[in-house]
């Protein structure tokens, strides 16, 4: 059977997902409209994406999902490397039976989103990459010591929150190589030949100013870390700069992320 993109998806679904060693939750609106799945941060869950949904409406179809030992019902696995997040994009959407999207990732998700839209340039309708993804050398000895002192220090109080669904169901030293990958992983010569690759159209909305753990105008430093990409690649742009900062940005700033979706769609709104 061929998957069309625009074809009805039936009606609103939940459920789990079976990939690899583990399962994911995953929620699919359904019905004809444009496929949208949206990528966590590094630890958040589905639920942060709710604003962005209610703002595009019903039109389109939205899919979400909590990765790997995130959330309250996705389960533990062997293995939470980078690799296995871009799988488990085409996990989702194999299981939902969907073979062209539009990818929406915040963050963490953002770097995922950046890496499956260059691997999948027939796949892929478009990317909107909310305040992640920008090629910058930040990790350091010194920083990749910090993560794993702040990680085993908090070792203690986050099983507490586990239940809740606000922590996940990692250990303290997964949690860490975890943080430290994406460090690696945003590194200029690695991130830069990735966001080169990508040939569909990409909006970036980009949060300002400091947010916690951030060091005077680091997080600054590394946004512009994205200039020379939008200089080299004019499908990718700014779709936003707003007030909100990293964290509050999708609670506080989710009609520009709903907006770049629209225009990444129709990229004419841009240019109006």
């Known amino acids: 059977m061929t998957r069309n993109t625009t074809s009805p998806g039936g009606s609103r679904w ?20 444009v496929p949208v799945i949206y ?42 490397s980078f690799e296995a997040a871009v799988r488990d994009v085409d996990a989702v959407l194999a299981a939902r039976d969907v073979d062209r999207a539009l990818v929406v990732g915040w963050s963490y998700g953002a770097f995922v989103g950046a890496h499956w839209a260059a691997r999948h340039p027939d796949r892929c309708l478009g990317a909107v990459l909310v305040d992640g993804a920008q090629p910058y050398d930040w990790l350091t ?23 809740t669904g606000l922590t996940p169901r990692m250990s303290a030293e997964q949690m860490a ?5 994406v460090g690696r992983i945003a590194r200029e010569r690695e991130l830069g030949p990735v966001l ?4 569909v159209p990409v909006r970036y909305v980009l949060a300002s100013g400091k ?5 005077g105008d680091e997080q600054e430093r590394i946004r512009a870390g994205l200039d020379p990409v939008f200089a080299r690649k004019p499908n990718i742009r700014l779709g ?27 990229p004419d709104r841009g240019r109006r």
Do not use: C
Not at 40 to 54: D, K, L, M, S
Not at 56 to 68: A, C, M, P, S
Not at 211 to 215: D, M
């Open 177 to 181: 190589t975890s943080n430290i990958e």
């Open 141 to 163: 000895d010194e920083t990749e010591e910090g993560i794993r002192r702040f990680f085993k220090r908090m070792g203690w109080f986050m099983p507490l929150l586990r239940p």
């Open 196 to 199: 080169d690759n990508i040939t």
């Open 14 to 33: 939940a459920g789990m997902v079976a990939v690899d060693d583990t399962a994911l939750a995953v929620t699919d609106t359904g019905g004809p409209g």
């Open 39 to 80: 990528l966590n941060g590094h630890f958040a869950t589905q639920g942060y994406w709710r604003r962005v949904i209610a703002d595009l409406g019903t039109q389109w179809r939205h899919i979400t999902y909590d990765e790997r030992a995130r959330g309250k019902k996705s389960k533990r696995s062997a293995d939470y």
């Open 240 to 266: 936003a700069k707003v007030a909100s900062n990293h964290g509050a940005i999708l609670r506080k700033d989710f009609r520009a992320v709903a907006e770049s979706v629209r225009e990444v769609i129709t």
């Open 211 to 215: 947010s916690f753990g951030s060091k």
